[in-house]
C-alpha cells in the first residue's frame, strides 16, 4: 500500500489531523492505522467528554492557545455535523480559606486565557450546585459536554469519504524504516510505503517514536482513573460540573463530578498507576509495562517524592468508603450506596527523565516523522487546533500548491 502521509493511532488527535490534512490537501492520500478494530478504544473512548475552556493553563502554553480555539472549532464541528453537545457550565469551589489563594490564581489565569468566568460567593454557588460545599467558588459559564467517541466516528467517516484515503484498523505498527525517498511501515498485516508520517499513538507515543528512529524526550507512564456513576435517586445532587481546586503540584484535577452528554452523572477520578498501558480493569496486569515503568529513573524520582499522595491515591482505589470520603467534601449527601463502578481510564503521562511530570503538549520532529509525544488533557477539546499545528508543522515540508499530489512532498 503506497500513501502520501500515514497517521499513526485512531483517537481523536490522529482523527482530528488526518481530517485536517484532508480538508487543507484534498488530493494527497492519507491513511490513519490503527492496532484497534475500532477507532477512539482508549483514551478518547474512555474519558469524562468535557469540553474544557482553558481556565488551568499556563498563559502562552500550547495547553491553553490549542484549547481556546480548540473549544471554539470543536463546538462549529459538533454544530455542523449534528453531534450533541451542550454547554452547561461549571463550578470549582474553595472548601476552605486555604484554597481561595490558589482559587484565585485559577480565576486570574482564566482572565488571562480570555476566559469566561466569574468568582462567585457561597450564596452563588448554592443557587446553581445545591448541594454543594465550599466558601467561594469561580464560575465557568461556557464549559460543556460532549461525546467525543460520537466526533472520531463522523472524523473517521468524513476521512474515508475520499477514495484515496483508508482507515487501516487492526493493525499494529511493529516496525519503521526511513528510506531516502520516505518511509516503510510495517503493520502485523501489512508493509505500507509512504513519504510522511504522523505519530499520535497515544499510550504508545514514546515507543512509535522509537520504532522512528528518535529517542523519546519522555517515557509515557500510564495513570489509570477510576469512576464511579451515581444512581439514579442520587443524581439530582448534582446538576452539572462541580471540579475542587486542584493542587497545583500535579496535572489532575482531583475527584470531581461530570453529567454526561447521556444525562449520567460520573464522580472520579483518582490517579493510580497502572498496571500496564491498557490495563483497565482492578486487577489487570501487563507485567513488562508494569517493569518499565517501575525501573524507569524518571518514576523513581516522582514516586520519591510524592509517595503519600501516591499511597493516598491507592487507598482511595481499593477501599470504596475512602473514595465516598473523598467525593464528600464536595457533595456532604453523598452515600456508598448512591454509587455504582463505572468504566475506568488510563492516561498516557509523559515523564521526563529528571522525574518532572511534562505539563503541555510536546511535539517532536524529524525529516519525515512528526511524534506527537504527550497530548493529556485538554487534548480531546484542542483536538481540532491540534491538528490544525500539526498541519502546520506538515505545511512546511509540502512544495507546490495543496492539492497537487503529483508533487506534493520534498523529498
Not at 123 to 136: R, S
Request: net charge positive; hydrophobic share 40%; with cysteine.
Amino acid at each position: 500500500m503506497h500513501f502520501d502521509l500515514c497517521i499513526i493511532g485512531g483517537g481523536i488527535v490522529g482523527l482530528a489531523t488526518a481530517y485536517q490534512v484532508s480538508q487543507n490537501y484534498p488530493k494527497l492520500s492519507i491513511a490513519v492505522i490503527e492496532k484497534e478494530s475500532s477507532l477512539a478504544k482508549h483514551q478518547t473512548g474512555h474519558n469524562s467528554g468535557v469540553l474544557h475552556t482553558g481556565i488551568y493553563y499556563k498563559p502562552g502554553s500550547l495547553k491553553a492557545i490549542n484549547c481556546k480555539d480548540g473549544k471554539k472549532a470543536m463546538e462549529v464541528f459538533c454544530k455542523e455535523q449534528g453531534i450533541e453537545h451542550e454547554l452547561c457550565g461549571k463550578i470549582i469551589v474553595a472548601l476552605n480559606d486555604k484554597e481561595v489563594p490558589r482559587l484565585q490564581n485559577i480565576f486570574q489565569r482564566g482572565q488571562e486565557n480570555g476566559v469566561r468566568c466569574k468568582i462567585i460567593s457561597r450564596e452563588e454557588i448554592l443557587e446553581i450546585e445545591p448541594h454543594v460545599a465550599g466558601i467561594k467558588g469561580i464560575h465557568v459559564p461556557e464549559c460543556g459536554i460532549v461525546n467525543y467517541k460520537q466526533v472520531c466516528l463522523r472524523l473517521g467517516e468524513i476521512i474515508a469519504k475520499k477514495e484515496e484515503n483508508k482507515l487501516l484498523l487492526g493493525h499494529a505498527v511493529i516496525g519503521m524504516q526511513t528510506r531516502t525517498e520516505g518511509l516503510i511501515i510495517t503493520t502485523n498485516k501489512a508493509e505500507i510505503e509512504c513519504k510522511h508520517a504522523i505519530n499520535c499513538a497515544g499510550l504508545h507515543s514514546d515507543r512509535i517514536t522509537r520504532l522512528g528512529g528518535q529517542k523519546p524526550p519522555a517515557k509515557i507512564i500510564p495513570f489509570k482513573g477510576e469512576y464511579y456513576e451515581l444512581e439514579k435517586q442520587a443524581k439530582h445532587l448534582c446538576k452539572n460540573l462541580i471540579y475542587p481546586v486542584p493542587d497545583p503540584a500535579f496535572p489532575f484535577l482531583g475527584v470531581h463530578f461530570t453529567r454526561m452528554i447521556d444525562g449520567s452523572v460520573e464522580c472520579g477520578p483518582n490517579a493510580v498507576l497502572a498496571l500496564g498501558r491498557e490495563a483497565y480493569g482492578k486487577f489487570d496486569l501487563n507485567l513488562g509495562d508494569l517493569f518499565e515503568s517501575l525501573t524507569y529513573l524518571g518514576f523513581q524520582k516522582i514516586a520519591m517524592k510524592h509517595w503519600k499522595m501516591g499511597w493516598g491515591e491507592m487507598w482511595r482505589s481499593y477501599n470504596k468508603g475512602a473514595f465516598v470520603k473523598a467525593l464528600q467534601k464536595l457533595i456532604p449527601e453523598i452515600e456508598s450506596n448512591h454509587l455504582t463502578c463505572a468504566p475506568a481510564g488510563i492516561r498516557a503521562q509523559a515523564v521526563s527523565p529528571e522525574g518532572a511530570l511534562v505539563d503541555d503538549f510536546l511535539i517532536e520532529e524529524n525529516e519525515r516523522i512528526i511524534n506527537v509525544c504527550n497530548a493529556p488533557s485538554p487534548a480531546a477539546t484542542a483536538s481540532i487546533n491540534i491538528g490544525k499545528t500539526i498541519l502546520a508543522k506538515l505545511a512546511n515540508r509540502i512544495q507546490g500548491p495543496g492539492d497537487s499530489i503529483s508533487y506534493a512532498f520534498k523529498d
